[in-house]
């Protein structure tokens, strides 16, 4: 299938529009016209090679919206017509103990991402959703609920599984004490994912410029945490903290924010930390963890789930050909909305 993006051709340039040839159908493959495709910071730094060298050119984008075009064979679920999404991965083992209990993510085999890896069978590298079509083997498609806009469902797919994921895994719910460091792309969906399952929850920030967004969107407020006094007032306060900060930085103040057994989630930086203070550690039982992502099923769940809650990303719309706007104004600092891109004007005639 003959398609067109737009593209990384070295990790100092500009994005530029990009023709290339996506692979033809198997049997168990659903081609889909991509109608929104959302920008991730993650996006930012591989194409900068900030998480190793890259496969150039390099098509970004996992957060996919788009129609079904055409179907395989051997495909039972999806038919033309369809709105789905497609998420960071397109692929898996489909056998180890962790695809089998539905958590793709952390296949022992090493999962797919939607861009930048070898396809398991043919070896190309995998291209993203800056583009106009996508092929997908059907088990990494994932079914849009009607009730969701699709032009702003597009991060429900990175951003809201996320951060979905560990307040599932660490179950949060009524009654629950949550603290969301930083109210960018992911920061602003966890606050909105949390409130919705029940718990009371606190932005964690550098200042207070933000609270009255933070509050919009169903916070209790900011705890500032510059503010020595008021750290210390908010000792033992939480059950969870949900870490979006995506560089590198210090997690010691955070510890004693939280109560005995409480947990602080990474789920922005990758790489390495600096060194912190693990008196809090142990003298409360406190853990720092990771999560990554969230499977197929888990996904599909967040989508339902917004769905129901009506819960959708702060989303600013633009064209392909503003990727590179949208990529100087991320490299500057986190934004407290998510941009997407609204495929519809980019031809593969161009």
């Not at 730094?45 to 998480?51: A, C, F, L, P, R």
């Not at 789905?84 to 085999?109: A, I, K, L, P």
């Amino acid at each position: 299938m003959k398609t067109v993006g737009y593209a990384a051709y070295s990790s100092d340039a500009e994005m530029k529009p990009y023709h290339f040839e996506r692979r033809a159908l198997r049997a168990n493959d659903v081609a889909i016209e991509i109608l929104y495709s959302g920008i991730c910071h993650s996006d930012l730094h591989t194409v900068n090679g900030d998480w190793g060298p890259q496969h150039y050119p390099l098509v970004p984008g996992h957060e996919i919206i788009g129609r079904v075009l055409e179907v395989g064979p051997e495909v039972s679920q999806y038919q033309a017509g369809d709105h789905v999404g497609v998420g960071c991965m397109v692929d898996s083992c489909q056998s180890c103990d962790q695809c089998n209990h539905g958590e793709e993510q952390y296949c022992r085999e090493g999962l797919t991402p939607t861009y930048g890896a070898p396809d398991r069978i043919s070896g190309e590298i995998t291209q993203g959703g800056y583009a106009k079509h996508i092929v997908v083997r059907e088990e990494f498609v994932l079914r849009i609920p009607a009730a969701l806009d699709l032009s702003r469902a597009a991060p429900i797919l990175c951003a809201g599984i996320t951060t979905f994921s560990p307040l599932r895994t660490w179950n949060i719910g009524p009654g629950s004490r949550v603290g969301v460091i930083g109210l960018g792309g992911l920061g602003h969906m966890a606050v909105k994912l949390a409130v919705a399952m029940g718990a009371e929850v606190t932005v964690l920030s550098r200042s207070n410029q933000k609270e009255a967004d933070a509050k919009a969107i169903g916070a209790s407020g900011i705890l500032v945490s510059t503010d020595e006094s008021a750290m210390a007032a908010a000792s033992s306060s939480l059950d969870l903290i949900i870490d979006t900060v995506p560089v590198k930085h210090d997690v010691s103040p955070y510890a004693p924010l939280l109560d005995v057994d409480g947990t602080l989630v990474l789920v922005g930086q990758i790489g390495p930390m600096n060194e912190f203070m693990t008196v809090p550690l142990v003298f409360g039982r406190r853990r720092i963890a990771g999560s990554l992502i969230g499977g197929i099923k888990e996904t599909q769940e967040v989508l339902n789930f917004c769905a129901e809650h009506n819960i959708h990303p702060i989303c600013e719309i633009i064209r392909p050909d503003q990727v590179n706007e949208a990529f100087a104004v991320m490299s500057k600092g986190d934004i407290a909305h998510r941009y997407v891109m609204d495929m519809s004007s980019l031809s593969v005639g161009d």
